[in-house]
């Protein structure tokens, strides 16, 4: 069971030079990440004087998604792990991949690129902020816990899969691809009930430079239920429970 494989971690971990460049690398790709996905859709925003939500501009926040997440691990991925999402890195530690200090680490590396970026973008553009996560009308709160759970699990199975598994071979080649799609798609999926965030460091930014917290709780207990879920399914039926324990996962 890959519970069994959690582990703390040295308390000097923290202070190592490669534990202080993952972290590092994390706080870059997410910064890289948010900028571009949230600054999207502020662009989209002017573009068209803050109008109703569309279909088009659905698709947009889908793509713009997937393309920097996909540049975001790849650019972080033999660095760090190329985690760029807090969820991943409980289901890495879940999943006995990374040590508890470390997923600390990593937390506070994300979560800080995510609040810089949203920084950078009011900065940026005279004074506009990136706005918070939020549900639409007539989603109720468990209804977006469910969906962000659902959709987390897609994303942290995806991770497992194409990155984590030791049995992947080739296949770890395209993992950045691979999650930048995922995420992809379940925006198109979800974005139009809770914004669908996936990814708690996601929403903390907005919501800090904004200073909006409603339902913003929903963005981290669901992303950190569906994580633990599929690092506890793929690590108990598809890897063998014996493997070493890595300190973070090769992708």
Sequence with gaps: M????????????????????????????MLIFVFAGSGSGMAYNKLTDNGAATPAG???????????????????????GGHVNPAVTFGAFVGGQITLLRAILYWTAQLLGSIVACLLLKLATGGLVAPAFGLSAEVGLWNAVVLEIVMTFGLVYTVYATAVDPKKGDLGVIAPIAIGFIVGANILAGGAFDGASMNPAV????????????SHWVYWLGPFVGAAIAAVVYDTIFIDSTHEQLPVADY
């Excluded at 519970?3 to 706080?27: M, V």
Aim: hydrophobic letters at 60%.
């Design 203 to 214: 929403s903390f930014g907005p919501a800090v430079v904004s200073w909006t917290w409603t």
């Design 2 to 29: 890959p519970i069994s494989r959690i582990a703390i971690g040295n308390p000097g971990e923290a202070s190592r030079p490669d534990a202080l460049k993952a972290a590092l690398a994390e706080f870059i790709s």
């Design 58 to 80: 659905l698709i947009l926040a889908a793509m713009a998604h997937a393309f920097a997440l996909f540049v975001a691990v790849s650019v972080a991925a033999n660095i760090s």
